[in-house]
């Protein structure tokens, strides 16, 4: 395990609630890429990948709920442009 490696999910873990908060009560995309989101996600899988073929150790759980949080605000993404697509034809 590395320090390093924990400290950067850590920091990017603790960034991501907040993201998720303002995408849930704003249901606003302003500032949001689907594209950004779905890159993350991809690394985040890379590294639990990495995790699982060359150096299992308990980090793989911060690479997972990383995962989540990022999924989760994408998922807010899609829902937030269903409610403004809504919102236009109403």
Request: hydrophobic residues 50%.
């Given at each position: 395990m590395s320090i390093f490696e924990m400290l950067m999910l850590l920091c990017f873990g603790a960034a991501w609630p907040f993201s998720i908060y303002k995408s849930y009560k704003s249901k606003s995309v302003a500032g949001k890429s689907p594209y950004f989101l779905g890159i993350v996600i991809f690394g985040y899988i890379c590294g639990i990948l990495n995790k699982?073929?060359?150096?299992?150790?308990?980090?793989?759980?911060?690479?997972?709920?990383?995962?989540?949080?990022?999924?989760?605000?994408?998922?807010?993404?899609?829902?937030?442009?269903?409610?403004?697509?809504?919102e236009v034809n109403n």
């Amino acid at each position: 395990m590395s320090i390093f490696e924990m400290l950067m999910l850590l920091c990017f873990g603790a960034a991501w609630p907040f993201s998720i908060y303002k995408s849930y009560k704003s249901k606003s995309v302003a500032g949001k890429s689907p594209y950004f989101l779905g890159i993350v996600i991809f690394g985040y899988i890379c590294g639990i990948l990495n995790k699982v073929f060359y150096n299992y150790d308990w980090v793989i759980y911060m690479y997972f709920l990383n995962l989540v949080m990022v999924s989760a605000d994408l998922i807010l993404y899609f829902r937030n442009i269903k409610l403004l697509k809504e919102e236009v034809n109403n």
